[in-house]
Protein backbone atom coordinates (compact mmCIF):
# COMPACT_ATOMS: atom_id res chain seq x y z
CA UNK A 1 0.00 0.00 0.00
CA UNK A 2 1.54 3.34 -1.57
CA UNK A 3 1.89 6.04 0.93
CA UNK A 4 -1.40 8.96 0.88
CA UNK A 5 -3.89 10.61 2.58
CA UNK A 6 -6.23 8.60 4.62
CA UNK A 7 -9.85 9.58 5.23
CA UNK A 8 -12.06 7.84 7.86
CA UNK A 9 -15.72 7.94 7.97
CA UNK A 10 -17.39 5.80 10.58
CA UNK A 11 -21.12 5.20 11.49
CA UNK A 12 -22.83 7.80 13.80
CA UNK A 13 -25.28 5.10 15.13
CA UNK A 14 -23.39 4.13 18.21
CA UNK A 15 -23.60 0.97 17.96
CA UNK A 16 -21.12 -2.08 18.34
CA UNK A 17 -21.42 -3.28 14.22
CA UNK A 18 -19.61 0.22 13.29
CA UNK A 19 -18.03 -0.30 9.85
CA UNK A 20 -15.31 2.29 8.98
CA UNK A 21 -14.39 3.39 5.42
CA UNK A 22 -10.99 4.13 4.61
CA UNK A 23 -9.88 5.25 1.58
CA UNK A 24 -5.90 6.11 0.18
CA UNK A 25 -5.27 7.54 -3.71
CA UNK A 26 -4.77 3.81 -4.59
CA UNK A 27 -7.79 2.03 -3.33
CA UNK A 28 -10.50 1.61 -0.77
CA UNK A 29 -10.84 -0.71 2.66
CA UNK A 30 -13.78 -1.68 4.10
CA UNK A 31 -13.61 -3.06 7.47
CA UNK A 32 -16.45 -4.47 9.46
CA UNK A 33 -16.20 -6.05 12.73
CA UNK A 34 -13.30 -8.40 11.71
CA UNK A 35 -13.60 -8.93 8.04
CA UNK A 36 -11.96 -6.78 5.80
CA UNK A 37 -12.37 -5.91 1.97
CA UNK A 38 -10.23 -4.97 -0.29
CA UNK A 39 -11.73 -3.19 -3.79
CA UNK A 40 -9.34 -2.60 -6.32
CA UNK A 41 -8.70 -2.81 -10.37
CA UNK A 42 -7.37 -6.04 -9.26
CA UNK A 43 -10.53 -8.12 -7.63
CA UNK A 44 -11.07 -11.87 -6.62
CA UNK A 45 -14.15 -13.73 -7.66
CA UNK A 46 -15.68 -16.39 -6.74
CA UNK A 47 -16.07 -19.24 -9.36
CA UNK A 48 -19.60 -20.87 -7.27
CA UNK A 49 -21.15 -24.29 -9.06
CA UNK A 50 -24.37 -23.50 -7.06
CA UNK A 51 -25.26 -19.89 -8.28
CA UNK A 52 -27.49 -19.28 -10.96
CA UNK A 53 -26.55 -15.92 -11.78
CA UNK A 54 -23.06 -13.84 -11.84
CA UNK A 55 -23.39 -11.14 -8.79
CA UNK A 56 -21.23 -8.19 -7.21
CA UNK A 57 -22.07 -5.56 -4.54
CA UNK A 58 -19.95 -3.09 -6.47
CA UNK A 59 -22.05 -0.51 -8.75
CA UNK A 60 -18.60 0.71 -10.10
CA UNK A 61 -17.54 -2.49 -11.84
CA UNK A 62 -20.40 -2.09 -14.26
CA UNK A 63 -19.76 -1.03 -17.93
CA UNK A 64 -23.09 -0.72 -19.09
CA UNK A 65 -26.28 -0.90 -16.11
CA UNK A 66 -29.99 -0.42 -15.70
CA UNK A 67 -31.33 0.64 -12.17
CA UNK A 68 -34.49 -1.26 -11.14
CA UNK A 69 -36.43 -4.08 -8.95
CA UNK A 70 -34.64 -7.50 -10.69
CA UNK A 71 -36.10 -9.10 -7.70
CA UNK A 72 -34.30 -11.09 -4.26
CA UNK A 73 -31.54 -13.79 -4.45
CA UNK A 74 -31.90 -16.01 -1.75
CA UNK A 75 -28.55 -17.06 0.62
CA UNK A 76 -26.95 -19.91 1.75
CA UNK A 77 -27.77 -18.95 5.30
CA UNK A 78 -31.94 -18.96 4.06
CA UNK A 79 -31.75 -14.80 4.03
CA UNK A 80 -32.37 -13.06 0.71
CA UNK A 81 -31.17 -9.81 -0.61
CA UNK A 82 -32.37 -7.35 -2.84
CA UNK A 83 -30.87 -6.99 -6.70
CA UNK A 84 -31.01 -3.42 -7.68
CA UNK A 85 -29.53 -3.64 -10.99
CA UNK A 86 -28.02 -5.22 -13.52
CA UNK A 87 -25.59 -4.87 -16.55
CA UNK A 88 -22.29 -6.16 -18.19
CA UNK A 89 -18.94 -6.65 -16.20
CA UNK A 90 -15.77 -7.01 -18.29
CA UNK A 91 -13.02 -8.13 -16.85
CA UNK A 92 -8.92 -8.61 -18.04
CA UNK A 93 -8.11 -12.18 -17.36
CA UNK A 94 -4.78 -12.95 -15.64
CA UNK A 95 -3.61 -14.60 -18.90
CA UNK A 96 -4.39 -11.04 -20.52
CA UNK A 97 -7.88 -12.24 -21.66
CA UNK A 98 -11.24 -10.46 -22.20
CA UNK A 99 -13.77 -11.72 -20.03
CA UNK A 100 -17.72 -10.22 -20.25
CA UNK A 101 -20.33 -11.20 -17.70
CA UNK A 102 -23.37 -10.74 -18.93
CA UNK A 103 -26.45 -9.83 -16.84
CA UNK A 104 -24.64 -9.45 -13.70
CA UNK A 105 -27.06 -8.59 -10.97
CA UNK A 106 -26.04 -5.80 -8.29
CA UNK A 107 -26.54 -7.04 -4.79
CA UNK A 108 -25.31 -4.76 -2.24
CA UNK A 109 -25.89 -6.76 0.75
CA UNK A 110 -23.11 -9.45 -0.62
CA UNK A 111 -19.97 -9.31 0.18
CA UNK A 112 -18.60 -11.43 -2.57
CA UNK A 113 -18.42 -10.79 -6.11
CA UNK A 114 -19.56 -14.28 -7.87
CA UNK A 115 -19.64 -16.09 -10.97
CA UNK A 116 -21.78 -18.79 -11.59
CA UNK A 117 -20.82 -21.79 -13.90
CA UNK A 118 -23.94 -22.61 -14.91
CA UNK A 119 -24.55 -18.80 -16.42
CA UNK A 120 -20.69 -19.53 -18.38
CA UNK A 121 -21.84 -23.11 -19.72
CA UNK A 122 -24.88 -21.54 -21.25
CA UNK A 123 -22.71 -19.25 -23.35
CA UNK A 124 -20.61 -21.49 -24.83
CA UNK A 125 -17.83 -21.84 -22.08
CA UNK A 126 -16.70 -25.18 -20.80
CA UNK A 127 -15.55 -25.36 -16.84
CA UNK A 128 -13.17 -27.56 -15.48
CA UNK A 129 -11.85 -28.26 -12.16
CA UNK A 130 -9.02 -30.57 -11.46
CA UNK A 131 -5.94 -30.55 -9.08
CA UNK A 132 -7.21 -27.06 -7.39
CA UNK A 133 -7.45 -25.51 -10.73
CA UNK A 134 -10.01 -23.81 -12.23
CA UNK A 135 -10.18 -23.37 -15.87
CA UNK A 136 -12.41 -21.67 -18.38
CA UNK A 137 -12.13 -22.54 -22.57
CA UNK A 138 -13.66 -22.31 -24.76
CA UNK A 139 -12.64 -24.74 -27.97
CA UNK A 140 -9.23 -24.83 -27.35
CA UNK A 141 -8.37 -21.32 -25.99
CA UNK A 142 -7.92 -21.09 -22.56
CA UNK A 143 -10.16 -17.89 -21.48
CA UNK A 144 -9.17 -17.39 -17.62
CA UNK A 145 -8.07 -19.99 -14.60
CA UNK A 146 -8.27 -19.65 -10.92
CA UNK A 147 -7.24 -21.69 -8.03
CA UNK A 148 -8.46 -23.29 -5.12
CA UNK A 149 -8.05 -21.09 -1.81
CA UNK A 150 -9.08 -23.03 1.26
CA UNK A 151 -13.39 -24.57 -0.16
CA UNK A 152 -13.84 -21.95 -2.74
CA UNK A 153 -12.27 -21.73 -5.90
CA UNK A 154 -11.27 -17.75 -6.41
CA UNK A 155 -9.98 -15.80 -10.02
CA UNK A 156 -8.28 -13.07 -9.78
CA UNK A 157 -8.92 -10.30 -12.45
CA UNK A 158 -8.89 -6.99 -13.63
CA UNK A 159 -12.36 -4.76 -14.22
CA UNK A 160 -12.10 -3.01 -17.30
CA UNK A 161 -13.71 0.36 -17.18
CA UNK A 162 -16.31 1.44 -20.21
CA UNK A 163 -14.09 4.45 -20.60
CA UNK A 164 -11.73 2.03 -21.90
CA UNK A 165 -12.96 1.73 -25.27
CA UNK A 166 -13.05 5.45 -25.94
CA UNK A 167 -10.16 6.87 -28.46
CA UNK A 168 -8.81 10.19 -27.67
CA UNK A 169 -5.73 9.89 -29.71
CA UNK A 170 -6.44 9.03 -33.81
CA UNK A 171 -2.77 8.32 -34.09
CA UNK A 172 -1.91 6.06 -30.87
CA UNK A 173 0.48 3.35 -31.11
CA UNK A 174 -2.79 0.47 -30.46
CA UNK A 175 -4.93 2.23 -32.81
CA UNK A 176 -2.36 2.07 -35.67
CA UNK A 177 -1.87 -2.02 -34.50
CA UNK A 178 -5.47 -2.22 -34.78
CA UNK A 179 -5.88 -0.59 -38.11
CA UNK A 180 -2.75 -2.51 -40.08
CA UNK A 181 -4.55 -6.16 -38.79
CA UNK A 182 -2.55 -6.07 -36.06
CA UNK A 183 1.23 -5.98 -37.14
CA UNK A 184 3.78 -6.67 -35.23
CA UNK A 185 5.87 -4.09 -33.22
CA UNK A 186 8.70 -4.14 -34.99
CA UNK A 187 6.73 -4.26 -38.03
CA UNK A 188 5.06 -0.76 -36.86
CA UNK A 189 8.45 0.86 -35.64
CA UNK A 190 10.12 0.51 -39.28
CA UNK A 191 6.61 2.02 -41.06
CA UNK A 192 6.93 4.74 -37.97
CA UNK A 193 10.81 5.52 -38.85
CA UNK A 194 9.94 6.25 -43.10
CA UNK A 195 7.45 8.53 -42.05
CA UNK A 196 4.66 6.53 -43.00
CA UNK A 197 2.38 6.55 -39.94
CA UNK A 198 1.40 10.06 -39.54
CA UNK A 199 1.90 11.05 -35.54
CA UNK A 200 2.06 7.74 -34.41
CA UNK A 201 4.07 8.01 -31.03
CA UNK A 202 6.22 5.39 -29.76
CA UNK A 203 5.52 2.68 -27.56
CA UNK A 204 4.78 -1.03 -27.17
CA UNK A 205 2.24 -3.09 -27.70
CA UNK A 206 0.29 -4.79 -24.95
CA UNK A 207 -0.54 -8.48 -25.03
CA UNK A 208 -3.77 -9.08 -26.76
CA UNK A 209 -6.13 -11.76 -26.77
CA UNK A 210 -7.18 -11.07 -30.77
CA UNK A 211 -3.28 -11.48 -31.64
CA UNK A 212 -3.26 -14.34 -29.29
CA UNK A 213 -6.36 -16.11 -30.76
CA UNK A 214 -5.48 -15.22 -34.43
CA UNK A 215 -2.03 -16.11 -34.89
CA UNK A 216 -1.34 -18.86 -32.57
CA UNK A 217 0.25 -21.81 -33.90
CA UNK A 218 1.81 -24.90 -33.46
CA UNK A 219 5.41 -25.09 -31.26
CA UNK A 220 7.87 -24.58 -35.01
CA UNK A 221 10.07 -27.91 -35.77
CA UNK A 222 13.48 -28.26 -35.94
CA UNK A 223 14.22 -28.08 -39.68
CA UNK A 224 17.54 -28.66 -41.18
CA UNK A 225 19.54 -26.18 -44.07
CA UNK A 226 17.82 -27.24 -47.29
CA UNK A 227 19.33 -27.45 -50.30
CA UNK A 228 17.12 -27.01 -53.50
CA UNK A 229 17.21 -29.46 -56.39
CA UNK A 230 19.95 -28.76 -59.26
CA UNK A 231 17.11 -29.59 -62.07
CA UNK A 232 13.67 -29.44 -62.65
CA UNK A 233 11.53 -32.65 -61.75
CA UNK A 234 14.05 -34.01 -59.62
CA UNK A 235 11.78 -34.01 -56.82
CA UNK A 236 7.86 -32.83 -56.86
CA UNK A 237 6.38 -31.92 -53.69
CA UNK A 238 2.34 -33.44 -53.33
CA UNK A 239 -0.31 -32.68 -51.05
CA UNK A 240 -4.12 -32.99 -50.37
CA UNK A 241 -6.32 -30.41 -49.12
CA UNK A 242 -9.58 -30.70 -47.21
CA UNK A 243 -12.16 -31.59 -47.21
CA UNK A 244 -13.24 -28.01 -47.26
CA UNK A 245 -16.09 -26.54 -45.25
CA UNK A 246 -18.06 -24.94 -48.39
CA UNK A 247 -18.57 -27.05 -51.43
CA UNK A 248 -17.06 -24.74 -54.81
CA UNK A 249 -19.45 -23.75 -57.33
CA UNK A 250 -18.08 -26.65 -59.38
CA UNK A 251 -18.80 -29.17 -56.31
CA UNK A 252 -15.24 -29.14 -55.44
CA UNK A 253 -14.35 -30.00 -51.75
CA UNK A 254 -10.98 -30.45 -52.04
CA UNK A 255 -7.68 -29.60 -53.62
CA UNK A 256 -4.40 -30.67 -54.54
CA UNK A 257 -0.99 -29.34 -55.08
CA UNK A 258 2.32 -30.32 -57.34
CA UNK A 259 5.24 -28.13 -56.39
CA UNK A 260 8.21 -28.63 -58.13
CA UNK A 261 11.64 -27.99 -55.67
CA UNK A 262 14.30 -26.44 -57.91
CA UNK A 263 11.87 -23.59 -59.77
CA UNK A 264 9.16 -23.84 -56.79
CA UNK A 265 6.54 -23.63 -59.44
CA UNK A 266 3.02 -25.00 -58.39
CA UNK A 267 0.23 -26.82 -59.66
CA UNK A 268 -3.11 -26.78 -58.26
CA UNK A 269 -5.74 -28.85 -59.27
CA UNK A 270 -9.35 -28.64 -57.99
CA UNK A 271 -11.29 -32.69 -56.83
CA UNK A 272 -14.59 -33.44 -55.88
CA UNK A 273 -13.21 -36.70 -53.90
CA UNK A 274 -9.71 -38.20 -53.09
CA UNK A 275 -9.90 -40.55 -55.61
CA UNK A 276 -9.29 -38.44 -58.18
CA UNK A 277 -5.60 -37.70 -57.00
CA UNK A 278 -4.30 -40.32 -59.47
CA UNK A 279 -6.02 -38.97 -62.85
CA UNK A 280 -5.06 -35.43 -61.97
CA UNK A 281 -1.25 -36.73 -61.31
CA UNK A 282 -1.38 -38.37 -64.65
CA UNK A 283 -2.39 -35.18 -66.37
CA UNK A 284 0.06 -33.44 -64.22
CA UNK A 285 2.95 -35.66 -65.16
CA UNK A 286 2.33 -35.76 -69.07
CA UNK A 287 2.11 -32.22 -69.06
CA UNK A 288 5.62 -31.18 -66.85
CA UNK A 289 7.46 -33.69 -69.10
CA UNK A 290 6.27 -32.53 -72.06
CA UNK A 291 6.83 -28.66 -71.36
CA UNK A 292 10.34 -29.20 -70.12
CA UNK A 293 11.63 -31.80 -71.62
CA UNK A 294 12.87 -33.08 -68.15
CA UNK A 295 11.35 -36.39 -66.59
CA UNK A 296 10.13 -36.78 -63.04
CA UNK A 297 12.35 -38.55 -60.75
CA UNK A 298 11.09 -38.90 -57.71
CA UNK A 299 7.70 -37.42 -55.93
CA UNK A 300 7.52 -36.94 -51.55
CA UNK A 301 3.46 -36.78 -49.97
CA UNK A 302 2.25 -38.01 -46.97
CA UNK A 303 1.12 -41.34 -46.17
CA UNK A 304 -2.44 -40.51 -47.06
CA UNK A 305 -4.63 -43.42 -49.17
CA UNK A 306 -4.94 -41.19 -51.95
CA UNK A 307 -1.27 -42.05 -52.72
CA UNK A 308 -1.14 -45.50 -51.82
CA UNK A 309 -2.05 -48.48 -53.75
CA UNK A 310 -2.85 -47.84 -57.98
CA UNK A 311 -1.04 -44.71 -57.12
CA UNK A 312 2.39 -46.21 -56.29
CA UNK A 313 2.05 -49.22 -59.04
CA UNK A 314 1.97 -45.71 -61.21
CA UNK A 315 4.75 -44.90 -60.22
CA UNK A 316 6.68 -47.90 -60.30
CA UNK A 317 5.40 -48.52 -64.09
CA UNK A 318 7.18 -45.28 -64.78
CA UNK A 319 10.49 -45.04 -63.07
CA UNK A 320 9.27 -43.04 -60.25
CA UNK A 321 10.76 -42.73 -56.86
CA UNK A 322 7.89 -42.44 -54.29
CA UNK A 323 9.10 -40.85 -50.64
CA UNK A 324 6.33 -40.88 -48.40
CA UNK A 325 6.74 -39.00 -44.66
CA UNK A 326 6.25 -41.56 -41.86
CA UNK A 327 2.82 -40.58 -40.20
CA UNK A 328 1.49 -37.60 -38.51
CA UNK A 329 4.54 -35.41 -39.37
CA UNK A 330 3.63 -33.38 -41.85
CA UNK A 331 6.73 -31.19 -41.18
CA UNK A 332 8.55 -33.37 -43.10
CA UNK A 333 6.17 -32.29 -46.23
CA UNK A 334 6.26 -28.61 -44.55
CA UNK A 335 6.57 -26.59 -48.33
CA UNK A 336 3.12 -27.97 -49.58
CA UNK A 337 1.50 -27.95 -46.01
CA UNK A 338 2.69 -24.21 -45.89
CA UNK A 339 1.58 -23.68 -49.64
CA UNK A 340 -1.81 -25.14 -48.65
CA UNK A 341 -2.20 -22.61 -45.77
CA UNK A 342 -1.16 -19.68 -48.09
CA UNK A 343 -3.84 -20.31 -50.81
CA UNK A 344 -6.78 -21.05 -48.07
CA UNK A 345 -5.59 -17.88 -46.81
CA UNK A 346 -5.07 -15.71 -49.78
CA UNK A 347 -8.75 -17.09 -50.90
CA UNK A 348 -10.48 -16.09 -47.86
CA UNK A 349 -8.75 -12.70 -47.78
CA UNK A 350 -10.05 -12.27 -51.51
CA UNK A 351 -13.72 -13.21 -50.33
CA UNK A 352 -13.96 -11.07 -47.65
CA UNK A 353 -12.81 -7.54 -49.49
CA UNK A 354 -14.79 -8.83 -52.20
CA UNK A 355 -17.44 -9.79 -50.01
CA UNK A 356 -18.63 -12.91 -52.13
CA UNK A 357 -20.19 -16.10 -50.81
CA UNK A 358 -17.33 -18.73 -49.70
CA UNK A 359 -19.10 -21.25 -52.55
CA UNK A 360 -16.92 -18.67 -54.91
Known amino acids: MKQGKVKEKKNDNGGEDDQVTATTSDFLIVYDSDVVNFACQETSWVIDSGASIHATPWKDFFTSYTSGDFGSVKMGNDGSAKAIGMGDVRLETSNGTMLTLKNVKHIPDIRMNLISTGKLDDEGFCNTFRDSQWKLTRGFMVIAKGNKSSSLYLMQARVIDSSINAVDDDSTFELWHNRLGHMSEKGLMILAKKNLLSGMKKGSLKRSAYCLAGKQTKVAFKTLHHTRKPNMLDLVYSDVCGPLKTKALGGSLYFVTFIDDHSR ?96
Open 265 to 360: KIWVYTLKTKDQVLDVFKQFHALVERQSGEKLKCIRTDNGGEYSGPFDEYCRQHGIRHQKTPPKTPQLNGLAERMNRTLVERVRCLLLQSQLARSF
